[in-house]
């Protein structure tokens, strides 16, 4: 089992910056890509970015270059970094692992909101 765990969310004014982390922990050696999804409340959810791999990387194509990912080095803890916030950033942003080449078995966290201001 895999237990993931947000942090670094809350309320900004837009063009902001906030740093959301998500740490994995359990059988971390089954999890090959790592990255965050966003959801809104009436339940649609939207990749932010993902890490694969040890060298791909996919962002929304909303992103457009504000946003960057990144990882430790023991590749267990994911990091976002969101600058120039807009309104619609808006969302509760989840943690997301899988084995991706595999089995395809995923784990989700809880969440952590993210809420712009304007």
């Known amino acids: 089992q895999v237990q993931l765990m947000e942090s670094g969310g809350g309320l900004v004014q837009a063009g902001g910056s906030l740093r959301l982390s998500c740490a994995a922990s359990?059988?971390?050696?089954?999890?090959?890509?790592m990255g965050w999804y966003r959801q809104y409340p009436g339940g649609h959810r939207e990749l932010v970015a993902q890490?694969?791999?040890?060298?791909?990387?996919k962002y929304g194509d909303f992103v457009q270059g504000r946003f960057t990912i990144s990882r430790d080095n023991a590749k267990t803890t994911v990091y976002l970094q969101m600058d120039r916030l807009k309104p619609e950033d808006t969302a509760n942003y989840l943690c997301?692992?899988?084995?991706?080449?595999?089995?395809?078995?995923?784990?989700w966290g809880k969440g952590t909101l993210v809420t712009v201001s304007s």
């Open positions: 359990g059988n971390t050696g089954s999890i090959d890509a």
């Open positions: 997301h692992a899988t084995n991706y080449y595999r089995t395809g078995m995923t784990y």
């Open positions: 890490l694969i791999g040890a060298e791909e990387v």
